[in-house]
């Protein structure tokens, strides 16, 4: 059962790893990867409900698509795409993370982080679209409270209106 103290572990080096899009853009007091994650989860979970999709796989793939950040830190959406090495990265941080516990659960969480990664579900492709819209929230947010400076909200917005397809989500951010 040490593997227990290891996830735990590997969930207080995100509660405190700050995302770094924030700290760059200058956001005081930004969210970590953790507070990202379980909104994430939670828009997830209840949004897949009430579209009849699993809302508790929704949640768990929201939950574990950026645990390997754990170890290999936050890095932005936009440097992740010219990044080549970064997947790879990635990769291999989830198979350090996936030695270290029993194969059933590694085995799920890989099943979880390659679905997110192939988007071979509605619920991964939920999560990737969520995982946007969450970001924009966050900003509108920050704005909102002045902890970022004003027009981080339309920044963000226009980023996610290039990769957010679904309407619904859509509709939200105009």
């Given at each position: 059962?040490?593997?227990?103290?290891?996830?735990?572990?590997?969930?207080?080096?995100?509660?405190?790893?700050?995302r770094?899009?924030?700290?760059?853009?200058?956001?005081k007091?930004?969210?970590?990867?953790a507070?990202?994650?379980y909104?994430?989860?939670?828009l997830?979970?209840?949004?897949?409900?009430?579209?009849g999709?699993d809302?508790?796989?929704?949640?768990?793939?929201a939950i574990i698509?950026?645990?390997?950040?754990?170890?290999?830190?936050?890095?932005?959406?936009?440097e992740?795409?010219?990044?080549?090495?970064?997947?790879?990265?990635?990769?291999?941080a989830?198979?350090?993370?996936?030695?270290?516990?029993?194969?059933?659960?590694?085995?799920l969480?890989?099943?979880l982080?390659?679905?997110?990664?192939s988007?071979?579900?509605?619920?991964?492709r939920?999560?990737?679209?969520?995982?946007?819209?969450?970001?924009?929230?966050?900003?509108?947010?920050?704005?909102r409270?002045?902890?970022?400076?004003?027009?981080?909200?339309?920044e963000?917005t226009?980023?996610?209106?290039?990769?957010?397809?679904?309407?619904?989500?859509r509709?939200?951010?105009?």
């Open positions: 059962m040490s593997w227990i103290v290891t996830i735990f572990s590997l969930g207080a080096v995100l509660k405190e790893l700050r770094e899009g924030w700290v760059r853009r200058g956001v007091e930004p969210e970590s990867v507070d990202h994650s909104n994430l989860a939670l997830s979970m209840l949004l897949a409900a009430e579209r999709l809302p508790f796989k929704t949640a768990a793939i698509h950026d645990l390997a950040e754990a170890l290999t830190g936050d890095i932005p959406p936009g992740k795409r010219s990044n080549k090495n970064y997947v790879e990265a990635e990769k291999e989830m198979r350090k993370i996936v030695e270290k516990v029993p194969a059933k659960i590694g085995s969480i890989l099943q982080y390659n679905e997110y990664l988007q071979s579900s509605e619920e991964a939920l999560v990737k679209q969520l995982d946007k819209l969450e970001m924009v929230l966050q900003a509108t947010a920050y704005e409270e002045g902890r970022a400076a004003e027009g981080l909200a339309e963000f226009k980023s996610a209106l290039q990769e957010i397809s679904d309407p619904s989500l509709s939200l951010l105009s």
